[in-house]
């Protein structure tokens, strides 16, 4: 489980199909998050690490992901250079900052518009109808990986407010019109569906 509140911004320094897909990601983690097997939250997607090393002082850690994973997120989009948001797994006894978030990519959300609203942006996001159930104005999202409150909702779009400091520090930032990021519903919306009878897809 993660919170959304991202700690790095890490950046793709390789990308390997063979098989699988295997990504290599340079970070300012703790060696302590990168052990064999821990999960790292990239771009909202739950990750595994399989490797991890330092070179030249500069941590990195890699990671596999399926065609399922590609196909359903933004990894198949990704290349070298791309920037990334990171968060290590919440840990017993951690600030619950954001709100509860499993790293399982329910699907794409497509910012369709950005304008500055005072300091912060103002994002109007699309999502398939499937989804656009699951969402509810003062209610939590993740996009790529960062907890966010809904603002309104109308049909398929909903809006999200970015404050100065989540533009600086994640990747939101860098989003233009027409963009995908990854989006997963709030876990509470998606146990309140399957007790009525009405999963998420």
């Known amino acids: 489980m993660f ?4 700690v790095d911004r890490g950046r793709i320094a390789a990308v390997e199909a063979r098989g699988d897909t295997y990504l290599t990601i340079e970070t300012r983690l703790a060696a302590a998050d990168l052990a064999e097997g821990a999960s790292v939250a990239c771009s909202g997607c739950c990750l595994t ?25 933004t990894l198949g989009y990704w290349g070298v250079g791309t920037e990334i948001n990171l968060e290590p797994s919440l840990r017993l006894g951690d600030t619950l900052g954001g709100h509860l978030v499993s790293g399982h990519v329910d699907g794409l959300a497509i910012l369709r518009e950005a304008a500055p609203d005072g300091d912060s942006m103002r994002m109007l996001f699309e999502v398939p109808d499937a989804l656009a159930r ?25 809006g999200v407010n970015i404050i100065p ?31 009525l009878g009405k999963d998420a897809a």
Request: net charge negative.
């Open 49 to 73: 690490v399989i490797e991890a090393g330092s070179t030249e002082g500069l941590g990195w850690f890699r990671a596999s992901a399926s065609a399922e994973t590609l196909a359903c997120t």
């Open 165 to 195: 400091h989540t533009l600086a520090v994640t990747t939101l930032g860098q989003v233009k019109p027409g963009d995908p990021v990854n989006f997963e519903i709030d876990t509470i919306a998606r146990y309140v569906a399957r007790l």
């Open 134 to 158: 699951f969402v509810a104005a003062k209610g939590s999202v993740a996009l790529d990986g960062v907890s966010l409150t809904v603002n309104h909702v109308d049909g398929r779009l909903f």
């Open 3 to 6: 919170t959304g509140i991202t």
